[in-house]
């Protein structure tokens, strides 16, 4: 398969580590972009327990220090999630799930960029679930993923 940009080794560790990682609250995810100059995957951010709502807004707490480190609204991001899925028999599940996160106002190139390497990063990642979030942090709630996983 042709590959325009690379997956370098640190990232497919992170990818492995995270997915492997024991979790029994709260969701967890991890941030990759491109980096455009160099045609590579970049780990951007890791956060251990954050809700789906802090993560598309960008407010974290870290060791009690409230910080933000939003997912940009014009620039496409990969975000693996950990997420803590509550069913409706009360069951506590934490399937693993790729946002696609593609505002509608990134830059046309890297769009086309981020796209093209989207089957290779899901591959890598080995998750089948994908979400996709055109339109910022209002596509990005707990209601739209419960909904797409409780649904499929």
């Given at each position: 398969?042709?590959?325009?940009?690379?997956?370098?080794?640190?990232?497919?560790?992170?990818?492995?580590?995270?997915?492997?990682?024991?979790?029994?609250?709260?969701?967890?995810?991890?941030?990759?972009?491109?980096?455009?100059?160099?045609?590579?995957?970049?780990?951007?951010?890791?956060?251990?327990?954050?809700?789906?709502?802090?993560?598309?807004?960008?407010?974290?707490?870290?060791?009690?220090?409230?910080?933000?480190?939003?997912?940009?609204?014009?620039?496409?991001?990969?975000?693996?999630?950990?997420?803590?899925?509550?069913?409706?028999?009360?069951?506590?599940?934490?399937?693993?799930?790729?946002?696609?996160?593609?505002?509608?106002?990134?830059?046309?190139?890297?769009?086309?960029?981020?796209?093209?390497?989207?089957?290779n990063f899901q591959q890598t990642a080995d998750v089948s679930k994908v979400i996709e979030v055109r339109d910022g942090p209002e596509g990005l709630?707990?209601?739209?993923?419960?909904a797409k996983l409780l649904h499929s």
């Amino acid at each position: 398969m042709s590959v325009t940009v690379d997956i370098p080794q640190s990232i497919k560790d992170a990818l492995r580590k995270f997915r492997f990682a024991r979790r029994n609250e709260g969701s967890a995810a991890l941030v990759i972009k491109i980096n455009k100059a160099k045609l590579i995957m970049e780990e951007v951010e890791q956060f251990d327990s954050i809700s789906i709502e802090d993560l598309a807004e960008g407010a974290e707490y870290n060791h009690g220090i409230l910080r933000y480190t939003e997912l940009p609204e014009n620039s496409p991001r990969y975000v693996m999630l950990s997420y803590e899925l509550e069913h409706k028999d009360g069951r506590k599940s934490f399937p693993l799930v790729l946002i696609n996160w593609a505002p509608m106002s990134s830059e046309t190139s890297l769009l086309t960029l981020h796209a093209s390497a989207l089957l290779n990063f899901q591959q890598t990642a080995d998750v089948s679930k994908v979400i996709e979030v055109r339109d910022g942090p209002e596509g990005l709630t707990k209601e739209v993923i419960d909904a797409k996983l409780l649904h499929s």
